[in-house]
């Protein structure tokens, strides 16, 4: 079964940067479209970034668009989520989560979900939190 462990959040104030790793273990990275999702204090959760199997196609939130870059890197089962100019509003817990596109009826290998419930395998999360 595949693993999924997030590193790289922390503090940081409003207009700073971070950039977050999901290491993936367990399986074949290019089986699996990558999402990163947002549970922000209050709110339901959100995909803020994601990325297809084949790393052709990606898609973000309406909140984080020209903000954030998600980018994977199949040969260290890798993806990353650079975090630009950021706001109090994205404070929350970031999970990176899978997509097995083997299993999911109509998905390829260029889909990318915005729907969290699309996911099949989650990590821990890491905390991100944007404050003076």
């Known amino acids: 079964q595949v693993q999924l462990v997030e590193s790289g959040g922390g503090l940081v104030q409003p207009g700073g940067s971070l950039r977050l790793s999901c290491k993936v273990s367990?399986?074949?990275?290019?089986?699996?479209?990558i999402g990163w999702i947002r549970q922000a204090p209050g709110k339901e959760r959100e995909v803020v970034a994601t990325?297809?199997?084949?790393?052709?196609?990606?898609e973000y939130g309406n909140s984080v668009r020209d903000r954030f870059a998600i980018s994977r890197d199949n040969v260290e089962s890798t993806v990353y989520l650079q975090m630009n100019n950021l706001k109090p509003g994205d404070t929350g817990i970031y999970y990176c989560?899978?997509?097995?596109?083997?299993?999911?009826?109509?998905?390829?290998?260029?889909?990318?979900?915005?729907?969290?419930?699309?996911?099949?395998?989650w990590g821990q999360g890491t905390q991100v939190t944007v404050s003076s």
């Open positions: 989560a899978a997509l097995d596109i083997r299993t999911f009826a109509g998905s390829t290998y260029y889909y990318a979900s915005l729907f969290p419930s699309e996911y099949n395998y």
């Open positions: 367990g399986g074949t990275l290019g089986d699996y479209a």
């Open positions: 990325i297809s199997a084949g790393g052709v196609n990606v």
